[in-house]
């Protein structure tokens, strides 16, 4: 499956689950980012042939790498992603990094503010369910608290709350603020006989 098929059905998944919301302030802090050693690999949809997915990599103490890859166009996208833990429930933070095309790292568009995406996230060895925070949920419960909390922005939700308000809201949301598991399945590294 092509890279751009694998990302409309991603944006396919977001329609049908309601949008994503964007934050301009990460939910993860340096002192509570946790570490699942089962994250890391490549997680493909078993739901399509697919042979390409995105992947996860330990980066630092408490940090992944996260890579989605398209062979056919060699564009590599790089994200950085946090896990952190509020209350029992776990979360990924996730953050655009960079890109590259055919290994030449390119610049983001002018202007462009790197945001973070909320994933609720249950993680086995096999199975990656994450669950994103949601535009439509947040508007039905009246918004995150503090008066300038959101911006709304070409038909996406931008939070503006601090982190510690974040934290305070997603917590306290984790059952109400999300849409529903999408689940990706871990591959398999092939056996050479």
């Known amino acids: 499956m092509k890279l751009w098929l694998l ?44 042979k390409e997915g995105f992947s996860f990599q330990k980066s630092g103490d408490h940090g992944y790498t996260m890579t989605i890859d398209d062979p056919s166009t060699k564009l590599r996208q790089t994200y950085d992603a946090h896990l952190v833990r509020l209350g029992d429930q ?18 983001p568009p002018i202007g462009a503010v790197a945001t973070h995406v909320i994933w609720k996230v249950e ?11 949601d535009d439509e949920a947040i508007k039905q419960q009246g918004g995150l608290p503090g008066a300038n909390s959101l911006y709304r922005s070409e038909d996406r939700l931008l939070i503006a709350a601090c982190t510690d308000d974040l934290r305070r ?8 603020a999300f849409s529903g598991y999408q689940h990706f399945k871990k591959k398999r590294a092939q056996s050479s006989n």
């Open 90 to 107: 776990l979360f990924m933070d996730i953050a655009w990094s960079d890109q590259t095309l055919n290994g030449v790292k390119l610049d």
């Open 7 to 50: 990302l409309l059905l991603i944006v396919a998944c977001c329609f049908l689950a309601g949008c994503p919301s964007y934050s301009l302030y990460p939910l993860y802090t340096g002192q509570d980012a946790v570490f699942v050693p089962a994250l890391e690999g490549t997680w493909i949809d078993p739901g399509s042939d697919a």
């Open 123 to 133: 993680i086995s060895e096999d199975d990656l369910a994450y669950a994103m925070l």
């Open 169 to 176: 809201y997603v917590a306290a949301h984790a059952k109400d």
